[in-house]
């Protein structure tokens, strides 16, 4: 097996994204796809399932023996993967915007090695926009370098979120969602952890926190990192868990407000 550099992965890492999102755009403009839901609430279709099976037989030529976590099919592996060389795959972030016609989808790449992550793509085949980072190396969106904005305080940042697909469990976010309206410039739901990140990353959202899965975030956690922003969790991370695997409690922000905004949310936390 060829010893790849990261570099080498990223650029076979996107264009197996871009291959997908042409899938995606297809599976679009031909509305060939089913729909179910699983768990109760959250919506699969027929394209995740085969933009999923796709990646992962992509990713088995070119690095055969990399163990593969993806949200489709192998989603139970989560917080027990302990493999020296990972891959971490949402086949399509935004699921509900996309059988919506929305605009917010993202084909999400991520590879760790040893627990960190080391290289991300985030493809949006909608927006015309690709992502790209690999340790060391910057952070860029369609071949551009990019940056995090220069907001400096909570007043004038604007913060992204996301809510769970269980009802019950979007009750306990309302202190936080209350304490960022009272105090942030404003808030934005895009429906697309991965892009809600990378756009921290170039300057367009001041910060983000959800939690999430590790599906969602591992692509653009790397990217938003490399461009500059600050990347972390809100409480303690378990020690059984590599940090850069750990979904829960993420805040991704412009650095000059990231202590602002852990002192904003885990307030909010205490106050509820």
Same mark, same amino acid.
């Given at each position: 097996?060829?010893?790849? *550099?990261?570099? %080498?992965?990223?650029?076979?890492? @996107?264009?197996?994204? +871009? ?19 699983? /768990? ?19 990713? $088995? ?6 163990? @593969? ?11 027990? %993967? ?45 927006? %015309?926009?690709?992502? *790209?980072?690999?340790?060391?190396? =910057? /952070? ?6 990019? @940056? ?13 979120? =996301? ?7 979007? %009750? ?5 969602? $209350? ?5 942030? @410039? ?16 170039? =300057? ?5 926190? +959800? ?14 990192? +490399? ?11 378990? *020690? ?13 922000? *412009? ?18």
């Amino acid at each position: 097996m060829p010893a790849y *550099t990261l570099k %080498e992965r990223l650029d076979i890492a @996107r264009v197996i994204a +871009e291959q997908a999102g042409q899938m995606i755009r297809q599976a679009r403009q031909e509305q060939s796809f089913g729909r179910h839901y699983k /768990a109760g609430d959250e919506l699969v279709t027929d394209a995740d399932v085969a933009v999923d099976r796709f990646i992962s037989d992509q990713l $088995a030529s070119h690095f055969p023996g990399e163990t @593969r976590l993806s949200e489709e099919l192998s989603p139970d592996q989560a917080f027990s %993967e302990s493999a020296p060389q990972l891959w971490v795959v949402d086949p399509i972030d935004g699921t509900v915007n996309f059988a919506q016609g929305l605009r917010h989808v993202a084909v999400s790449i991520g590879w760790m090695e040893d627990g960190v992550a080391k290289m991300g793509v985030v493809h949006a085949p909608f927006l %015309e926009e690709t992502f *790209t980072a690999a340790e060391g190396a =910057g /952070a860029f969106c369609n071949d551009q370098p990019i @940056r995090p904005s220069g907001a400096n305080e909570l007043a004038r940042s604007l913060v992204a979120t =996301g809510f769970p697909y269980q009802r019950e469990a979007r %009750e306990a976010l309302m202190p936080r969602l $209350a304490a960022v309206l009272a105090n942030c @410039r404003d808030i934005r739901r895009n429906g697309a952890a991965a892009l809600d990140i990378c756009d921290v990353a170039c =300057g367009r959202l001041d910060a983000y926190y +959800e939690s999430v899965s590790p599906w969602d975030f591992v692509a653009g956690w790397v990217i938003a990192r +490399e461009a500059g922003a600050s990347v972390g969790h809100l409480y303690d991370v378990p *020690t059984d868990v590599p940090e850069d695997l750990y979904s829960q409690h993420l805040l991704v922000s *412009t650095p000059a407000v990231h202590s602002a905004m852990v002192r904003l949310l885990r307030d909010a936390d205490s106050a509820a």
